[in-house]
């Protein structure tokens, strides 16, 4: 499989490792990293990292320490050597571990933030990509809504914020498994990708022990953008 370093889109002062014809970061994680609110002086936890898009985004925005989980011993092969190449190595950390094993790293509430580009599909045997890679980073092989938000709950400070990518089809579920785990949702933004369109993606912003109550924010129609970054800025 060939390597390639790319620019990372729109980011000229950030290069990414890829597989030339496998595993690459989308548009969705580029979003996500716009969406999120960042401050100086946070630990922040990305879940499902892939190669570190978005520690490597996050990072042109705050100095703030980032860990990155991948679970693909070579996708996460592939996200150190990134971060080696731009230099982050002591803002962004990469561990090739399941995420369901954070414990055997971190204590319970010890961040403040955590952003997650999940697998959308649920693992139900059908329509798996041919590609392993493609399999893990799309379907719930290895973990799901509920995982994540269990494991956003116990990891997050008080007040501390969940940042989501996903389909809008499986709002039902994110909203039952943010009310479960008292991890609310607060925000949330509709994505389409050409004019008239009915949205199929959607980005959420949801907050430990928070009170009831959701702002949704205007569609972006990302066919209408000259460039992703600060895209939210306005909103």
């Known amino acids: 499989m060939k390597i390639v370093l790319n620019d990372l889109f729109d980011y000229k002062n950030r290069f990414i490792y890829q597989l030339e014809n496998g595993f690459k970061f989308s ?9 999120v609110k960042v401050k100086e002086n946070l630990k922040i936890l990305d879940m499902c990292s892939g190669n570190c898009a ?11 320490n980032i860990v990155a989980f991948e679970i693909q011993k070579l996708i996460a092969k592939l996200a150190t050597d990134s971060v080696l190449y731009n230099n982050l190595q002591n803002q962004i950390e990469v561990i090739n571990d399941d995420i369901k094993n954070i414990g055997n790293y971190f204590s319970i509430e010890e961040f403040d933030l ?85 949205p199929s993606l ?22 209408n953008c000259n460039t992703y970054q600060h895209i939210f800025d306005s909103e």
């Open 27 to 35: 548009l969705d994680s580029i979003l996500l990293a716009e969406f």
């Open 54 to 64: 978005i520690p490597l985004i996050l990072s042109t925005r705050t100095n703030s």
């Open 114 to 198: 955590i952003t997650c580009n999940p697998p959308y599909f649920k693992n139900n045997g059908n329509m798996h990509n041919k590609n392993d890679f493609l399999t893990i980073a799309r379907h719930e092989v290895n973990i799901d809504l509920e995982k994540i938000f269990k494991i956003a709950f116990k990891y997050l400070k008080n007040n501390g914020i969940l940042y989501l990518v996903h389909r809008v089809e499986r709002l039902d579920e994110i909203f039952y498994y943010s009310k479960v785990n008292k991890i609310n949702v607060k925000e949330l933004q509709f994505i389409v990708t050409k004019d008239n369109n009915i």
């Open 202 to 223: 959607v980005l959420i912003k949801c907050v430990k022990n928070s009170k009831n109550g959701i702002k949704v924010k205007k569609i972006i129609n990302v066919s």
